[in-house]
């Protein structure tokens, strides 16, 4: 179990800094640009990390299809892995837009129908509970990556998956930011000042709020 | 976090669920889960059990740093959610013990059930690598949440499972319809019949039991099995987004797992952010944790870590993280609280940063010239 966790982290953030390394050349870019490769790398780091599920698939190829993100894809997955990926061969996944359209309209127009029909059932609230679960379906099949062609029992499963990968991103994310916050606020205090702060020794939580201050009193006499 | 009474049902998909890819262990866990959905689970409701269910609880104290992980674990989902103030990262370490105690007694039921209802005691854990290599690909957390002791159990007993069938489940159902109703028309009872039901995991299809005064065709019996996997599934997805316990109803909670998505993929959108805001100079990312690493471990490689160049290969990477984790859990055995031991880990980062940024003048200069853009962002962050 050690073994499994590690080896979940360990991909994500190998992937992630291999991504960041990769994309972020830090003289040139701006904010948005920087925001961008990050949020791409991290997605990336999670499909990669959540290997063999299906959202993870469709994790990268939603990221593929923009023409910014090739190529740092394809250096962080490895041209062949890549390729295996992006080939349009999978059959869920090949459903075309307007196919799914039409199976929408005909459904709805369906179960309306039958609805009127049997409105005066006593079963009217199932009725409308099944509707109304039916719709929360629908909204997170479109949450989770590749969920639209799955049916309910795997979309259940999918999520399952989907949500541990993602609070493990958010939680080594946050890991990330902080160490390199405070990398940061080392880099541009002298020694004496950090010492002072406390910064070497014992950390408790309350000094990444600190941090925020001490930054911007850090800040003023070097701008 | 529902410490206080995790019903059977809970404990059963957790159990299976967590094993490995979903969709291969929904199709090979299906000889357990009808058996006892069917039988069971009216039965479960849970007295027998409930006593070795203690006496399984006593023999888990000695695994606390499974009880810090996953109490970690669910203290960093109900954290991250901020819906949760209850079991917080700051609450005493008896809640989360509580917490994590309760997810062991859950896998304590769960192995109870699945050891002695299906596969009976012959099945030793003797393949530890074959469930590795076949854990390997999926969700490290999943399998984080669950006793590995049990873990082996349920892997091996999905493995021969696996093996010994070919078919889709639900096919396998429909066919066992038939067969089933010739069994259900001698005993067609509620009662548990674990000893019947031990031999069967290996024939080619799955038997499932029709309940008492319950449509016997096999129609109504596939659906039935579908509709207890899929609540399965919920209770799980249950457990996982926080401050779910109270929410009945599929609706409701898809609801609630919607919401949680979303909130976890703005949380990702604004870490993203914060990263960009944090971090113009990206390159000492790598030397961060090698140097970490080393710290930690010994003097000798500390030494290597001065001398190395900015470019680590992914083996050393490898290992750094490796024993990342390694320290980590071991932070965790001894008791440390999990704030704590977020802390250590920047820690420790940090305090070789220090000594690695020694050596790398010239990133400082750029970060510096980014410091005053820098704070008020951060700052308003931290606000």
Redesign the interface.
């Known amino acids: 179990m050690q073994a499994a966790d590690l080896s979940f982290h360990r991909i994500f953030l190998k992937t992630m800094f291999m991504g960041l390394k990769l994309g972020v050349s830090s003289r040139k870019m701006s904010y948005q640009e920087r925001k961008r490769v990050i949020k791409l790398s991290a997605n990336i780091a999670m499909a990669v990390a959540g290997n063999g599920m299906n959202w993870s698939r469709a994790l990268i190829i939603r990221h593929a299809k923009h023409e910014k993100n090739k190529v740092l894809l394809r250096s962080l997955l490895g041209r062949k892995r890549y390729e295996s990926i992006t080939e349009p061969g999978f059959a869920p996944l090949n459903f075309t837009w307007q196919k799914m359209i039409m199976k929408r309209r005909f459904r709805r127009t369906n179960s309306i129908l039958r609805r009127g029909a049997h409105a005066s059932n006593g079963a009217t609230a199932r009725v409308i509970a099944r509707s109304m679960a039916k719709k929360r379906t629908r909204t997170l099949k479109s949450l989770v990556p590749g969920g639209e062609s799955l049916d309910d029992l795997s979309l259940l499963g999918e999520t399952i998956d989907y949500v541990i990968s993602l609070q493990t991103q958010v939680h080594l994310m946050r890991l990330l930011t902080e160490v390199l916050s405070v990398s940061n606020l080392r880099q541009t205090l002298p020694q004496g000042l950090q010492g002072t702060l406390g910064l070497s020794n014992s950390w408790l939580p309350t000094r990444i709020l600190m941090s925020g201050s001490v930054d911007y009193m850090g800040g003023s006499p070097l701008s | 976090m529902n410490c206080g009474t995790p019903s059977p049902d809970q404990l059963r998909p957790a159990l299976g669920?967590s094993s490995f890819?979903?969709?291969q262990?929904?199709d090979s866990l299906s000889p357990i889960f009808p058996l006892p959905a069917s039988g069971e689970i009216s039965s479960f409701m849970g007295n027998p059990l409930n006593s070795m269910h203690v006496n399984r609880l006593m023999q888990f104290p000695a695994d606390p740093g499974?009880a810090e992980?996953a109490a970690r674990y669910s203290c960093?989902?109900s954290a991250?959610y901020g819906a949760f103030s209850g079991v917080s990262e700051a609450a005493g370490k008896p809640s989360r013990v509580s917490s994590g105690h309760c997810l062991k007694a859950k896998e304590s039921r769960m192995q109870l059930e699945m050891g002695d209802g299906e596969f009976g005691s012959g099945k030793e854990d003797s393949s530890v690598t074959d469930p590795?290599s076949v854990?390997?690909?999926?969700?490290?957390?999943?399998?984080?949440a669950?006793?590995?002791r049990k873990?082996k159990v349920t892997v091996e007993n999905d493995l021969i499972a696996k093996k010994s069938r070919s078919a889709e489940s639900t096919e396998i159902e429909k066919d066992s319809g038939m067969p089933k109703e010739e069994q259900n028309v001698d005993e067609k009872k509620q009662g548990k019949d674990d000893g019947t039901k031990a031999s069967e995991p290996f024939k080619d299809y799955i038997h499932v039991r029709a309940r008492r005064g319950q449509a016997t065709d096999s129609h109504s019996l596939a659906e039935r099995v579908?509709r207890e996997?899929?609540s399965q599934?919920?209770k799980?997805?249950q457990d996982?987004?926080p401050g779910c316990n109270k929410i009945t109803?599929?609706?409701l909670m898809?609801?609630e797992?919607?919401n949680?998505?979303?909130a976890?993929?703005r949380?990702?959108?604004f870490?993203?952010?914060?990263?960009?805001?944090?971090?113009?100079?990206?390159?000492?990312?790598?030397e961060?944790?090698f140097a970490k690493e080393s710290n930690e471990e010994s003097p000798i490689p500390f030494t290597l870590a001065n001398g190395i160049d900015t470019h680590c290969s992914?083996g050393q990477?490898?290992s750094i993280?490796?024993q990342a984790?390694?320290m980590q859990?071991s932070l965790d055995m001894f008791g440390s609280s999990a704030?704590q031991v977020?802390?250590?880990?920047?820690?420790e980062?940090?305090?070789v940063?220090?000594s690695s940024?020694g050596q790398n003048q010239e990133?400082?200069a750029?970060?510096?010239s980014f410091?005053?853009?820098?704070?008020?962002p951060?700052?308003k962050?931290?606000?």
Do not use: C
Request: proline fraction near 2%.
């Open positions: 669920l890819n979903w969709n262990s929904m499974f992980r960093f989902s991250n590795a854990l390997g690909e999926s969700s490290a957390k999943k399998r984080k669950a006793a590995k873990l579908r996997k899929i599934r919920m799980l997805l996982l987004v109803g599929k609706a898809l609801d797992i919607i949680y998505v979303q976890l993929q949380q990702v959108e870490l993203s952010m914060k990263l960009a805001t944090v971090n113009p100079g990206l390159e000492f990312n790598l961060n944790l992914i990477l490898d993280l490796h984790a390694l859990s704030s977020e802390n250590l880990w920047d820690d980062l940090n305090t940063l220090q940024f990133i400082g750029p970060s510096q410091h005053g853009q820098l704070s008020i951060h700052m962050i931290e606000l």
